[in-house]
């Protein structure tokens, strides 16, 4: 709660088990589904209420990076739903088969792109395009710490452990940066909302923050162990690390120079 130079946890917004959720911070509402159902629900600060039109026994769920389109996987079918209308009116727009069970999935904001992370062979996880028809392989490698498109568009960023790429259907697959560049044990990688700079955790407790169009690189550092780059309300704003005994950990570029930042533990917790 609060803007990211100034605040706070709040409290639990639903202590119903859950298998899985995505949380859409613009919209202010998380995907979640429902332990042993995989029915899929609407977590708000309201309260909860099942996705309307959308059959239960989901298996994972990806929400997009401004929150008004999602997909939901079936194990059973071996295929996605993709829902536009997020979060007032939801609707199924279209059913795609995968080319296996994905660990990860991402979504464009209007529902028109599918990307999924899917393991064929042992230690390897190949990344599939769905924008049209059958699944188009794009990459593979040992593991892909996060996949998202750009806010607002089709561009995918597709993050391994030494580098991260930017895949456009009609520029094809291109390298953004790798160890070359001081990049690696990547964790997360995410866009800003004007999809000029791209935005990389790594291990090391660095975040690489990469403009597209001067192709120049800045490094900041936080006094943490960065475990992925989660999407906050902002242009580009986003999450470090997970809940635990330390602060949470914030990285803001919405301001005139990207920097760093703690958020405080509630009243009882302790930083």
């Not at 391994?160 to 001081?182: F, K």
């Not at 914030?250 to 990207?258: L, S």
Request: aromatic share 6%.
């Amino acid at each position: 709660m609060g803007i990211p130079a100034a605040s706070q946890l709040g409290g639990t917004l639903d202590g119903t088990p859950l298998s899985a959720v995505a949380i859409a911070s613009g919209q202010a509402y998380g995907l979640a589904l429902e332990n042993g159902t995989g029915a899929a629900l609407l977590v708000t600060q309201s309260g909860r209420q099942p996705v309307a039109g959308v059959r239960a026994g989901a298996q994972l769920a990806a929400v997009s990076p401004l929150g008004t389109a999602a997909a939901l996987y079936y194990g059973d079918t071996g295929k996605a739903s993709i829902l536009t209308g997020l979060p007032d009116a939801p609707q199924v727009l279209r059913e795609i088969t995968l080319d296996g069970a994905p660990s990860a999935m991402a979504v464009s904001d209007d529902g028109a792109a599918l990307a999924a992370a899917i393991s064929l062979a042992a230690n390897e996880s190949t990344v599939f395009s769905y924008s049209a028809g059958a699944g188009q392989a794009l990459l593979s490698d040992r593991r892909f710490p996060s996949l998202e498109f750009v806010p607002g568009g089709t561009t995918l960023v597709m993050a391994t452990q030494d580098a991260v790429y930017l895949y456009q259907s009609h520029q094809g697959l291109q390298l953004l940066t790798d160890q070359r560049d001081g990049v690696a044990n990547v964790v997360g990688a995410a866009a800003s909302g004007d999809g000029k700079r791209v935005f990389i955790g790594m291990q090391s407790g660095q975040v690489a923050v990469r403009d597209l169009a001067a192709s120049t690189q800045t490094l900041l550092t936080c006094s943490c162990q960065p475990a992925g780059m989660w999407r906050l309300r902002g242009k580009a704003v986003f999450r470090l690390n997970e809940l635990g005994a330390g602060p949470l950990w914030v990285v803001d570029g919405d301001g005139a120079a990207p920097r760093i930042l703690f958020v405080a533990m509630p009243a009882g917790g302790s930083l």
